[in-house]
């Protein structure tokens, strides 16, 4: 048998998305899909939502049975993206960091208003010194963690504020509006330029559009 590459390998030596301990693939079709309908203005990105999500996590950091609960005067739109939004994040491993960290159940309040983009992440522990060490084990794991300068998982990193309050650990990320606005039109400039190398022969829709425009 001349084939060397192992089960976690492709045949070219790289390794699958969903062999990797974070997996963009989720996070990537979630862009795809919420960055078309943004390009298509079938959402405002802009409009307030609060979502709050309990779970478990299991060995690969994703969520058990999570149970969501939509506050009042949200809107409809923006909370089916939140909805998107955690369970890409949860299908993308990212949390096994808890998960390692001796993390097994969290509460994720993600929102936002005129002002901001929030999310909360936390966790009841034991007791205080419990929750301290959950902090230490978080923080070392995130040392030793390498991500791609200028990534949004990079920018999301340095926007983390990670505590404790008794009993509890919390992860606390606030991202200004401005600043949500310049990551998204990063990422929308991004997809477009993937959708025009996927669509050589695009001139086949505008002819069409054409002839419906002269029928009228």
Known sequence: NTNTTTDKQNADGTIPEE???????????????????ILNKEVDINAPFT????????EFGKLVKPQMAVKEGSDPKMVEVAKEAISA?????????????????????????????????????????????????????LQLAKLKEGSDEEVLMKKAQFSTQG???????LIPNEE?????????????????????????????EKVVTSAK
Do not use: H, W
Request: proline share 3%; glycine share 4%; aromatic share 6%.
């Open 19 to 37: 062999k990797k301990l974070f997996n963009k693939k989720p996070l990537e079709d979630f862009g795809v899909k919420y960055g078309q309908a």
């Open 51 to 58: 979502i709050e999500v309990k779970a478990g996590l299991d």
């Open 89 to 141: 994040f949860s299908d993308s491993q990212l949390l096994i960091t808890l998960y390692n960290a001796g993390v097994k159940s969290i509460t994720i309040t993600f929102s936002q208003d005129k002002d901001n983009l929030m999310a909360i992440i936390s966790s009841e522990a034991p007791n205080e010194m419990r929750a301290k060490t959950i902090q230490s084990n978080v923080n070392t794991l």
């Open 167 to 173: 009993k509890n650990y919390i992860i606390n990320f």
């Open 180 to 208: 949500k606005k310049e990551m998204i039109e990063k990422n929308l400039k991004s997809l477009q330029e993937k959708l025009k190398n996927k669509q050589p022969n695009s001139g086949v829709a505008e002819t069409k």
